[in-house]
C-alpha cells in the first residue's frame, strides 16, 4: 500500500465546445479553449515548476516560478495565467527559463527558514520540490537580510497550526477559503515586503474560520499544517474511504502510518466533494482510535449475561444461526433489515441483497426512507420517482435553487460550499423553512423585506402568500449587488456588505450576504485584482535593490 498522489494540471479543467491546437516543446496538443498553458502542458505529460497555482483554483499568478517562453511573443509569460491558443508555440525548458526560475526561488528561500529535515513537511512541500527541480543549490544574497524569520506562529485553532515564517504569500489559503469554501476568514493585510496573511486581524480561533481544512490543504508549504502530522509525522499509505458524518457522503483519503491515522484528506476523484471537506470529515476522526469504540465482536445469549469477545467466524456463525432459529419458529418474514443513512450505498445495497437473497423476503428499510417520507411522496407525486433525480455537481447549473426545511450550511456543509458557490455567480435561493435559519433570518430580517408574519425565516406559508415572488434574492455580486441592499448590510466600516473587510469589521454573521463578495472589489481582498503581477510578491521585498 502507497500514498496515494493526485495529479494536479495547475488550473482548473475547461470544459468547452471549442478546442484549440498548439505545440509544447515541439510536440502538438489539443485542449478545451480556455485551457491555460500549464495545463495543456500536464495533460501530455510536461510538468511545469508551480507554486500559487493548483487545478482547485482558479489561476493567479504571482509566483512567476511558471513562466515559459511563447514564440512571436515578449517576455516570459506565466503559464498559468496565459490561456494556450491555436497555432501557439511554447518553449517549457530552455537555460533562459531555467535561470529565471532558480532567480525566483532563490528570492524566495532567501526568506524561508533552513529546516527542512525537520520541517513537519519535508517531503512533502511544493517549495521544496520546486527548489529541487529548478536545480536551486545556492543563495547568492545570502540570509542576513530583513525576513520574516521571526513572524509568530499561530496555534490557537485546535485542528492546525499557521506557521508564519515559513508563508511564502501565494495566496492559495485566502483563494481556498474563497473559492471552494466560501467563508472568506483570511485576507492579505499589507503591501510588498509587509503582506501577510490574516484571518481579518484576529487568530483563527478568533476569526470566521470553520475548519474546513480547504486553505490547509491547499498551502504548498508546512506555513498551515494538520498538528496530527506534526505530532505524528508524515503518513505512509492510503485507504480510500467515505465519510459518515452526513449524507453528502465526501470521500477522503485516510493517511496512515501503520494502522494509524494521520489525517484524513478530501479526495479529488470523489464525486460528492471533488477535494473539498467539512471539519467533521476531515478532522473529527478521533473516533476511530477512542478508548470505547468496540474493535472486537462479543456475544451474548441473554441481556442478562456479560459480554463475550469472540473470533468473527464465530460472531457471524451465532447470528447466522439464531436468524434461521427464528425463521424457523416464527416464519420467513419474521426476520428483516435496516440501515442507517449513515450507511454508504453500498452497505445499504449489500444489507438488500442479504436480506432478499438470504432472509427470503422484503423486509428491508433505511431510517433516510423513513425521516424523508414526506420528501419521497411529494418526489413520487410529482416526478415519479421517491429518488433524488440530481447529483450534487448539478447545482452548479442551477439559476434558482430553493431549500425547503433543510440548512445545508450547517447540515450538509460540502453541499453548501458548492451551492454557495453557484449563488456568487449569480444564482437565486429561496428558503423555506418553519425553523429560525440563521443564514436566511438574518439576511431578511437585516433587510426587512422579506420576513414571514411571524417575523421567522421564509417559512412555506409566508412563501406561498408570497406567491414564490418573495425570494430570499442573492442575486449578483460586489458593489452593484451591495448598494441593491442599500445601507442595510453595511459593516461598521461602512463598506460594501461583501465578505471582506466590511463583513469582518462589523462581525456580521450573514451568510447569504458573505457570499456576495467574488473578488468583485480589487484593492478590498488581497490588495489587487485576482491575477494581477505584483500581489504579494515577496520575491520583491527583500531590499530596495530588488523591488
Ligand atoms: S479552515 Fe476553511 S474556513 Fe478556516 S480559514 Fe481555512 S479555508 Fe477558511
Ligand atoms: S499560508 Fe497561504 S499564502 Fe502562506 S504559503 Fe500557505 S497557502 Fe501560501
Ligand atoms: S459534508 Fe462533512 S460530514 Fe458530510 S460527508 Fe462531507 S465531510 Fe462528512
Ligand atoms: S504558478 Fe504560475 S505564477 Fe505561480
Not at 456463525?317 to 436468524?323: I, L
Not at 489587487?528 to 530588488?546: I, K, L, N, S
Amino acid at each position: 500500500m502507497t500514498l496515494i498522489r493526485e495529479l494536479d494540471i495547475g488550473t482548473p479543467i475547461r470544459v468547452s465546445d471549442t478546442t484549440v491546437t498548439l505545440t509544447i516543446d515541439g510536440e502538438q496538443v489539443t485542449v478545451p479553449k480556455g485551457t491555460s498553458i500549464m495545463a495543456a502542458a500536464m495533460m501530455m505529460g510536461t510538468q511545469i515548476p508551480k507554486l500559487c497555482a493548483t487545478d482547485s483554483l482558479e489561476p493567479f499568478g504571482s509566483c512567476r516560478v511558471c513562466l515559459v517562453q511563447i514564440e512571436g511573443r515578449r517576455g516570459y509569460p506565466a503559464s498559468c495565467t496565459t490561456p494556450a491558443e491555436d497555432a501557439m508555440v511554447v518553449h517549457t525548458q530552455n537555460a533562459d527559463i531555467a535561470k529565471r526560475r532558480r532567480g525566483v526561488l532563490e528570492l524566495y528561500i532567501s526568506d524561508h527558514p533552513l529546516t527542512c529535515l525537520t520541517c513537519s513537511a519535508n517531503g512533502d512541500c511544493e517549495l521544496q520540490d520546486v527548489a529541487g527541480k529548478v536545480g536551486l543549490r545556492d543563495v547568492r544574497y545570502g540570509y542576513a537580510g530583513e525576513n520574516h524569520l521571526d513572524a509568530p506562529t499561530d496555534d490557537s485553532n485546535p485542528y492546525f497550526t499557521f506557521e508564519a515564517s515559513k508563508c511564502i504569500a501565494c495566496s492559495r489559503c485566502i483563494r481556498a477559503c474563497e473559492e471552494i469554501q466560501g467563508t472568506f476568514a483570511l485576507t492579505m493585510e499589507g503591501r510588498g515586503f509587509e503582506s501577510k496573511i490574516s484571518a481579518g486581524g484576529t487568530d483563527f480561533m478568533g476569526s470566521e474560520c470553520v475548519s474546513c481544512g480547504a486553505c490547509v490543504q491547499a498551502c504548498p508549504t508546512a506555513t498551515l499544517n494538520e498538528k496530527s502530522v506534526i505530532e505524528l509525522g508524515t503518513p505512509e499509505h492510503s485507504v480510500v474511504t467515505t465519510c459518515a458524518y452526513c449524507g453528502v457522503g465526501c470521500s477522503f483519503k485516510a493517511e496512515m502510518k501503520g494502522e494509524t491515522v494521520v489525517r484524513m484528506v478530501p479526495y479529488k476523484d470523489g464525486k460528492a466533494n471533488e477535494g473539498h471537506s467539512c471539519v467533521k470529515g476531515r478532522f473529527a476522526f478521533g473516533y476511530a482510535t477512542h478508548k470505547d469504540r468496540k474493535t472486537k465482536p462479543m456475544i451474548r445469549a441473554a441481556i442478562t449475561d456479560p459480554w463475550r469477545e469472540v473470533t468473527w467466524d464465530e460472531a457471524i456463525a451465532y447470528a447466522a444461526s439464531e436468524f434461521k432459529r427464528i425463521q424457523a419458529k416464527y416464519g420467513r418474514d419474521s426476520v428483516g433489515g435496516i440501515t442507517s443513512s449513515r450507511c454508504t450505498n453500498e452497505e445499504t445495497y449489500l444489507i438488500q441483497k442479504m436480506v432478499r437473497g438470504a432472509f427470503g423476503n422484503n423486509n428491508v428499510d433505511t431510517c433516510a426512507r423513513v425521516c424523508h417520507s414526506p420528501t419521497g411522496y411529494g418526489l413520487k407525486t410529482t416526478l415519479g420517482t421517491s429518488a433524488g433525480t440530481q447529483d450534487f455537481a448539478s447545482v452548479e447549473h442551477s439559476d434558482v435553487i430553493l431549500v425547503i426545511g433543510a440548512n445545508p450550511t450547517d447540515g450538509h456543509p460540502v453541499f453548501a460550499s458548492r451551492m454557495k458557490r453557484r449563488l456568487r455567480a449569480g444564482a437565486k435561493l429561496i428558503v423555506a423553512d418553519p425553523r429560525h435559519e440563521r443564514g436566511a433570518a438574518e439576511c431578511h430580517g437585516a433587510c426587512g423585506r422579506h420576513r414571514s408574519a411571524g417575523g421567522r425565516s421564509l417559512c412555506a406559508r409566508a412563501l406561498r402568500n408570497a406567491g414564490l415572488r418573495c425570494l430570499g434574492q442573492v442575486r449578483g455580486t460586489g458593489p452593484k449587488f451591495a448598494r441593491s441592499h442599500g445601507g442595510a448590510h453595511r459593516g461598521a466600516g461602512g463598506g460594501y456588505t461583501c465578505g471582506g473587510p466590511a463583513f469582518r469589521h462589523g462581525r456580521q454573521r450573514c451568510d447569504l450576504l458573505r457570499i456576495g463578495c467574488n473578488g468583485a472589489q480589487p484593492g478590498q481582498h488581497h490588495g489587487h485584482g485576482h491575477g494581477e503581477f505584483g500581489h504579494g510578491h515577496r520575491q520583491y521585498r527583500q531590499t530596495g535593490r530588488r523591488r
